[in-house]
Every structure is written in structure tokens, then in C-alpha cells.
């Protein structure tokens, strides 16, 4: 099929194709394209105190679960504002191990654990990452509790957890053309509009189409292997470490909490 004949089926079906979108639970996709993260980067990512040997319970973390302005393998573009109407709304918020919505797959929630959701806009360098300009990246903080899932728990805490995706469904979404043809005329207005938002263009330079999502509902986090978002990283993580105080055992021993930053990626 050629480039001319994709859009043409593509914009035939838009209706049908936007439906699914909508209808489906969608979750991160690998990103399109031949990004390498650079040696230091891979270091930054890769990054991580093994503190197993210390007797640790909680461990505080501010992790990137989805981030805009980036294609993806359904040739779908979040748009910055997607999670405004969702994270306005009262609702409870999972971080989940591979998007298994089991018990034993519950790493943190926002009811017990203190899990938060917030949408930060970060440039791609803070991030580590070579593009220029921002994203608005969804940043779960979150305490994982060595009780909860001690498996991912260890993970965390070795750094071995180096991506994350998000598990959502589109609300809005919007099929941007690059054509002058008279019939895409509104396809043509949205490649316009979202077109210089897009930091990997040449993927939709190649295709001469993408889809715009400019509003999505969360429904939960996962720590991943591969597979989700590329540029979803740890940005921080702490060990916070309370236990009695050494001098006195009374009726309300007090308590000494220690904290120790193990990984933290460049500002």
C-alpha cells in the first residue's frame, strides 16, 4: 500500500478506526521510530544502589507513566491537556506490575499508599532525552511497600524498573492530513495545529498522516519491561528507613527516620 493509498483508507474509515480507538483500553505503545537513548543516558537509566542488604519497608518515588508529543505504534500523538479533565475528577489510581489488574499485581494505590497523579510539563532534556521543547509528562508519586509486592519492591529498589506505560481509554481524538486535497480540509486545519507539537515529526512526515488525542481517562500505571512509551522513566526514588530510637525502649519509643536518595535523573 502506498503512502497516498493508506491516507486514503485511513481517512474512508476515520469514523470506524476513531471508534475503536475510543472503545478499546489502550496502554503505551513502544515509540516509532530509531530513537537510541546516549551512552549517559543509558547510565542515568540504568542506575541504581542495590540497598537489599539494609532492612528497608518503604521506598518513595516520582515515576513518568506517559508523556505527550511523541508518535506512537498506532500512529497515535498525546496531546498536552490530554489528562486535565481526568485528573480533575475523584476516582482511585492503581500502580500496577504489567497491567494485570490482580491483587498480587497491586505495587500502590492512591487509598492506601498515598499514590498521586499530576500532569508536569518537563523539557525532553531534563528528561534526558534529545528532543527540544516540552512534555507534559503523567508523573505518578508513589510509595511502594516492601509488604505489598516484594517482587517489584527489589525491582525498584536495584533499579531495574526502567519504563512504565499507562492503561486508558481516548475520549477525544482528531485525524490530522497533510494534504491540500479540498476533502481533507479538516484533517489538513488538525495536521496544522498539532503538527509542530509533534517531537518525532519525521515519523509523521513519512506516513503524511497522524492521530491527535487531546483528552484520554487514566485508569491505572504499570511498571513494564518493554513495550510501553520509551520516555517513561524513574525520575526519582527514595528509601525512607523508621525504626525505635537506640537510646530509650519506653512506653512511646520515638522514632528516627532516615532517608537516602539511591536514584535521581539530571536536572
Request: hydrophobic share 35%; with cysteine.
Given at each position: 500500500?502506498?503512502k497516498?493509498?493508506?491516507i486514503?483508507?485511513?481517512f474512508a474509515n476515520?469514523?470506524?478506526?476513531?471508534?475503536?480507538k475510543k472503545?478499546?483500553?489502550?496502554?503505551?505503545?513502544?515509540?516509532?521510530?530509531?530513537y537510541t537513548?546516549d551512552s549517559?543516558?543509558?547510565?542515568?537509566?540504568k542506575a541504581?544502589?542495590?540497598?537489599s542488604?539494609?532492612?528497608?519497608?518503604?521506598?518513595?518515588a516520582k515515576l513518568?507513566?506517559?508523556?505527550t508529543n511523541?508518535?506512537?505504534?498506532?500512529?497515535?500523538c498525546?496531546i498536552p491537556?490530554?489528562?486535565?479533565?481526568?485528573?480533575s475528577e475523584?476516582?482511585?489510581?492503581?500502580?500496577l506490575?504489567?497491567?494485570?489488574m490482580?491483587?498480587?499485581?497491586?505495587?500502590?494505590?492512591?487509598?492506601?499508599?498515598?499514590?498521586?497523579?499530576?500532569a508536569?510539563s518537563?523539557s525532553?532534556?531534563?528528561?534526558?532525552?534529545?528532543y527540544?521543547g516540552?512534555?507534559?509528562?503523567?508523573?505518578?508519586?508513589?510509595?511502594?511497600k516492601?509488604?505489598v509486592?516484594?517482587?517489584?519492591?527489589d525491582?525498584?529498589?536495584?533499579?531495574r524498573v526502567?519504563?512504565?506505560?499507562?492503561?486508558?481509554r481516548?475520549?477525544?481524538?482528531?485525524l490530522?492530513?497533510?494534504s491540500?486535497e479540498?476533502?481533507?480540509?479538516?484533517e489538513?486545519?488538525a495536521?496544522?495545529?498539532?503538527?509542530?507539537?509533534?517531537a518525532?515529526?519525521e515519523?509523521?512526515?513519512e506516513?503524511?498522516?497522524?492521530?491527535a488525542?487531546?483528552?484520554?481517562?487514566?485508569?491505572?500505571?504499570?511498571?513494564v519491561v518493554?513495550?510501553s512509551?520509551?520516555?517513561?522513566?524513574?525520575?526519582?526514588?527514595?528509601i525512607?528507613?523508621?525504626e525505635?530510637?537506640?537510646d530509650?525502649q519506653t512506653?512511646e519509643?520515638?522514632q528516627?527516620?532516615?532517608?537516602?536518595?539511591?536514584?535521581r535523573?539530571?536536572?
Amino acid at each position: 500500500m502506498t503512502k497516498e493509498e493508506e491516507i486514503k483508507y485511513v481517512f474512508a474509515n476515520k469514523d470506524l478506526i476513531a471508534s475503536k480507538k475510543k472503545n478499546a483500553i489502550k496502554r503505551g505503545d513502544l515509540i516509532l521510530g530509531n530513537y537510541t537513548s546516549d551512552s549517559e543516558n543509558k547510565e542515568v537509566n540504568k542506575a541504581g544502589v542495590d540497598l537489599s542488604t539494609q532492612e528497608v519497608g518503604i521506598l518513595r518515588a516520582k515515576l513518568v507513566i506517559n508523556t505527550t508529543n511523541v508518535i506512537d505504534s498506532h500512529m497515535d500523538c498525546h496531546i498536552p491537556g490530554i489528562w486535565n479533565k481526568t485528573l480533575s475528577e475523584s476516582k482511585i489510581l492503581y500502580l500496577l506490575q504489567e497491567h494485570e489488574m490482580e491483587f498480587d499485581k497491586i505495587i500502590s494505590d492512591s487509598v492506601n499508599d498515598g499514590l498521586t497523579a499530576t500532569a508536569e510539563s518537563i523539557s525532553w532534556k531534563k528528561l534526558g532525552y534529545p528532543y527540544n521543547g516540552k512534555t507534559e509528562a503523567l508523573i505518578f508519586d508513589v510509595q511502594i511497600k516492601k509488604e505489598v509486592n516484594p517482587f517489584m519492591f527489589d525491582l525498584y529498589q536495584k533499579g531495574r524498573v526502567l519504563n512504565h506505560s499507562v492503561g486508558m481509554r481516548y475520549m477525544k481524538i482528531f485525524l490530522c492530513v497533510d494534504s491540500n486535497e479540498p476533502y481533507y480540509a479538516a484533517e489538513k486545519e488538525a495536521w496544522d495545529k498539532y503538527y509542530p507539537m509533534v517531537a518525532n515529526s519525521e515519523i509523521a512526515d513519512e506516513k503524511g498522516y497522524f492521530w491527535a488525542v487531546t483528552e484520554a481517562k487514566v485508569i491505572e500505571g504499570s511498571a513494564v519491561v518493554k513495550g510501553s512509551n520509551e520516555f517513561t522513566p524513574v525520575m526519582e526514588i527514595e528509601i525512607d528507613k523508621s525504626e525505635p530510637s537506640a537510646d530509650t525502649q519506653t512506653e512511646e519509643p520515638e522514632q528516627s527516620t532516615q532517608t537516602t536518595t539511591i536514584k535521581r535523573r539530571r536536572n
